[in-house]
């Protein structure tokens, strides 16, 4: 049985930025994880999110078919994606459905639902988009000062200016077919991009790995904590603070018990310049990676795991 990993409390209200800065700063130095509180979401708005996801995942699979993943928006049924290959052979045990930006003028379009058949699903949806957009801005600049550079850095350096955001709703289903290997609800992996913010409707599952390149892996629970988002470093981060920040391998684990979750990737614009920044790097310790765009990176290491059809403008 996994240890319970005990990670820190992020106040989002605080008035002491300074202190904040400090503590998200040593969360992700040594865990990559933490949890952000006072964070300015509503519960009712939650409550209403996970009600119409849990509306969408009750449909036929046929209905929920028409809405197909096209350009990395809409749905995925159940095996579908495999993040592990290596511990697994058969796919994840989870469906899923993608929105990306609700900016206008963009190349594809997100995909939504009947309004006949879910009335209310597309404006709570895009409600807690851009709810979650705000945070995200907010969060992203106590990181710059965690990484003793200027709260507006990441504004100046032009990742705010159209960023790439992705909200996924995740869900597992409690009974699954027995099929001779461990199951996983999603197995083992990063998340590809800046920062992650979770939601989920409290059932457990999620386990985080802190040494990714030790052997054996030892797993530790990460508990749920009511009105806290759980928030996680991508590997864009890692790479951008020259591996100070941690961007560290989890999965999901079947429990038996139904799941829900609510994924906000907040990424920066594509045409943003990665390249290690100054606070990461000394002459003992050198940049480890080359420049490179945001939008290159994200699409070369989506490749790896979706098929060719996926692209990367939200």
Request: charged share 25%.
């Amino acid at each position: 049985m996994a240890e319970t990993l005990k990670l820190a409390i992020i106040d989002l209200s605080s008035s002491d930025s300074i202190s904040t800065a400090k503590s998200i700063r040593q969360a992700c130095i040594e865990c990559g994880f933490f949890y952000l509180v006072n964070h300015g979401v509503e519960e009712e708005l939650l409550l209403r999110v996970f009600d119409e996801s849990q509306k969408f995942f009750s449909l036929p699979l046929e209905e929920k078919m028409k809405l197909a993943t096209k350009h990395h928006r809409g749905y995925t049924p159940m095996y579908a994606e495999n993040l592990d290959y290596s511990s697994s052979s058969r796919g994840d045990s989870k469906e899923s459905f993608y929105i990306g930006s609700l900016e206008a003028g963009r190349s594809y379009l997100n995909r939504w639902p009947s309004e006949e058949i879910l009335p209310s699903w597309r404006p709570t949806m895009e409600s807690y988009h851009k709810k979650l957009l705000s945070v995200g801005k907010k969060l992203i600049s106590l990181i710059a000062q965690a990484l003793d550079l200027d709260a507006d850095f990441f504004e100046k350096v032009g990742a705010l200016d159209d960023p790439m955001p992705f909200l996924r709703l995740l869900h597992y289903p409690g009974d699954l077919e027995f099929c001779g290997e461990e199951t996983y609800g999603a197995s083992a992996h990063s998340d590809y991009g800046m920062v992650t913010l979770l939601a989920t409707n409290g059932v457990p599952g999620l386990q985080v790995c802190r040494e990714k390149f030790k052997q054996p892996r030892i797993w530790e629970d990460v508990p749920h904590i009511d009105g806290a988002f759980i928030v996680n470093i991508g590997d864009m981060m890692e790479r951008w603070t020259n591996c100070l920040f941690r961007s560290t391998v989890h999965r999901v684990m079947p429990t038996g018990q139904e799941r829900y979750s609510l994924a906000f990737f907040f990424d920066p614009n594509e045409n943003c310049l990665v390249e290690c920044l100054k606070s990461c790097c000394s002459d003992s310790s050198p940049p480890r990676f080359p420049p490179i765009r945001s939008g290159a990176y994200l699409e070369n290491r989506l490749n790896l795991t979706y098929s060719s059809e996926v692209t990367l403008k939200p």
